[in-house]
């Protein structure tokens, strides 16, 4: 298959994930904070210019929704005799909306064009439009974005100074807010009452969580799901040992890879500590029974629960809640459904593979796909693949589906009556939705449910082109797509995909502006599906582009994060300045984490943990948290609005 198509490729017959014990300690590593401290590395996705120019595939989009997309551009490039020939084709382009309800006069106002603005109004386009984000006007953007000509224009133009947008604000206290003096002064000029604004900002204060010391091991560092905690592994001679928050706990012969880990709820901690030649699960500091082998160690969802494999001379069982199971040849994938109160694992015995759910086996088969058994999120349901006389086929609560030639992992929808996966027949790919088929393509994947569990949406490929697939309609092929996201509520699409030695984000099919790349894991929506958010490559900076507007473009840009009501955008960015401040991209330099919330810079530090569960999380629309490293100590660093 095609290394272009960002897709899974089907499981092959050997793949299923059984665990074999393995002998796997902490060994000595450097203290490199680079390696893991650093914010998010964002991979963008790899461009390859040899790959041909787009071919007509499928359906296109309009004329009219191409000539939308250019009027647009040309209006934010102060493009006049571009603006001029379009409008000539279509004079209804005067007024036509991009994805956020900007009209090319808003577009031009926002990016300070004084000559496009001059022309569109001229043309008859409407000062009092209003976007649909935030209810901004021409002024307001002009006066928010610090464009002190276009507002005289605007001004003389009969432009409304003091109509309030959708937060209350009029053009004069955004312009204020955003700090933009000019434009402040020349309210003044023009005998507008501006007064006094009570000036809101993010205050932060340091809490010291941990001092870091040559003992740590710092590449098995992990951080709480609340992101408040921490636990690492550390090493000194022979001995090996977890600290959490701080704190040492007992000395062992060896930590096992992958650990330490904490439960969902954050409070607790688990481990597998060598003890000579055996192996045992430590959970809050408490030890539980030695075996030979020990597997993976899985939290139930609400934290009260414990389960790990283990094995015991030849024989592999799973413990739960301290309690052994039936032995088996091997198990593998141990999870427990969302509601925690039930097991699912795959087994093996006498060379053939089964799910055992709840304590009871399943029917046995050659083969069981990877990543399965799956609960749905009820909790009610499982399904898995399976191989039997060469062909597989989906197992939905105990009942098998259609046999094909290969199939991937099945999903189910968010309200759990749905099951998809992509499956193979032939030389072709193709989804099955409900044991229905969809039409067959030369590859499938990311496939995805929307929110309210109606939609489906996936990338293929067909020929020497890629697409999306939305409720069975092909949009417009590209050369590489990139993630493939629903809104929250259900009704927008957004993904990023390569044109030519270009990227671009498509949100519900309309083109947005060219970039070197657009990062892996953006775009973002905001909860209330309203904006989105994505991180873009500009040369070789990075900048943040929220609602169509870019940032400030910095060394390294991490994935955007929203709060709760969807009006604070945050993320984390980096500098890399060497000793005269100046930007390098050479070596022996000096990296600088910040986080940067909707568009203003926050406090310096060496590094900010973004990696093995580090994140930034709002606990309100107006208060976060992260863990940054100033020196050796680890802080947690709350910041309010205030």
């Not at 004084?114 to 649909?132: H, P, Q, R, W």
């Not at 409720?471 to 259900?490: A, C, H, N, T």
Request: with cysteine; aromatic share 10%.
């Amino acid at each position: 298959m095609s290394e272009r198509i960002r897709v899974r490729s089907l499981i092959k017959s050997d793949d299923f994930e059984f665990w074999y014990p393995q002998r796997i300690g902490f060994g000595r590593r450097s203290l490199c904070f680079f390696a893991w401290l650093m914010c998010t590395a964002l991979t963008l996705w790899a461009q390859d210019n040899s790959q041909n120019k787009v071919v007509t595939l499928g359906e296109q989009p309009s004329a009219l929704v191409q000539q939308n997309v250019e009027v647009h551009n040309a209006a934010s490039n102060g493009d006049v005799e571009k603006v001029s020939e379009l409008l000539k084709v279509n004079s209804s382009l005067l007024e036509s909306r991009d994805d956020i309800g900007m009209t090319p006069l808003m577009v031009a106002s926002r990016d300070g064009k004084s000559n496009m603005v001059t022309f569109l109004i001229e043309k008859g386009a409407d000062i009092e439009a209003k976007t649909k984000t935030g209810d901004y006007d021409a002024l307001a953007l002009a006066a928010k974005n610090g464009q002190k000509d276009v507002v005289l224009i605007l001004l003389d133009k009969g432009a409304d100074a003091n109509r309030k947008d959708s937060d209350e604000d009029t053009p004069i206290t955004l312009a204020q807010n955003e700090g933009q003096a000019d434009v402040v002064a020349l309210f003044k000029t023009r005998g507008y009452v501006v007064s006094p604004v009570l000036k809101w900002d993010w205050v932060a204060v340091e809490t010291p969580i941990a001092l870091m010391n040559p003992s740590w091991i710092i590449a098995s560092l992990k951080v709480s799901p609340d992101g408040r905690r921490v636990a690492c592994g550390a090493h000194a001679g022979n001995k090996y040992w977890v600290i959490v928050d701080g704190k040492e706990e007992k000395h062992y012969d060896g930590i096992s890879k992958d650990f330490p880990i904490f439960s969902p709820d954050s409070k607790r901690v688990a481990y597998v500590a060598w003890v000579g030649e055996k192996r045992l699960v430590v959970v809050d500091g408490k030890e539980g029974e030695p075996y030979d082998g020990i597997g993976s160690v899985v939290f139930s969802p609400d934290s009260k629960r414990v389960a790990y494999m283990a094995q015991t001379d030849s024989k592999s069982f799973v413990v739960v809640d301290g309690k052994e199971g039936k032995s088996y040849d091997n198990v593998g994938r141990l999870i427990f459904s969302p509601d925690s109160k039930r097991v699912a694992y795959g087994a093996k015995a006498n060379n053939k593979e089964f799910i055992v759910v709840d304590g009871k086996e399943e029917n046995f088969y050659d083969r069981i796909v990877r990543g399965t058994p799956i609960f749905s999120p009820d909790s009610k349901r499982v399904t898995y693949g399976a191989k039997a006389n060469d062909k597989w086929s989906v197992i939905v609560d105990g009942k098998e589906g259609k046999l094909y030639d290969s199939i991937d992992t099945p999903i189910f929808s968010p309200d759990s009556k749905r099951v998809a996966y992509v499956a193979q027949k032939g030389k072709q790919l193709l989804v099955i939705v409900d044991e229905k088929e969809e039409r067959p393509y030369d590859n499938v994947g990311h496939l995805i449910f929307s929110p309210d569990s109606k939609r489906v949406a996936y990338a293929v490929q067909k020929g020497k082109q890629l697409l999306i697939v939305v409720d069975g309609k092909e949009e417009k092929p590209y050369d590489v797509l990139g993630d493939l996201i629903f809104s929250p509520d259900s009704k927008r699409v957004a993904y990023g995909a390569q044109e030519g030695d270009k990227w671009l984000l498509v949100v519900d099919g309309k083109e947005e502006k060219l970039y070197d790349g657009i990062a892996k894991g953006s775009p973002i929506f905001s909860p209330d599906s309203k904006r989105v958010a994505y991180v873009a490559k500009v040369g070789k900076q990075l900048l943040m582009v929220v609602d169509g507007k870019e940032e400030k473009s910095h060394d390294l840009v991490g994935i955007p994060l929203f709060s709760s009501d969807s009006k604070q955008v945050a993320y984390v960015s980096a500098v890399i300045a060497g000793p005269d401040n100046k930007t390098y991209f050479a070596f022996k330099v000096t990296t600088r984490y910040l986080v940067i919330i909707n568009g203003k810079e926050q406090k310096l530090y060496d590094s900010i943990i973004n990696a093995d569960g580090g994140k930034l999380l709002f606990d309100s629309p107006d208060r976060f948290h992260y863990l940054a490293v100033s020196g050796n100590m680890i802080y947690l660093v709350e910041e309010t609005l205030k």
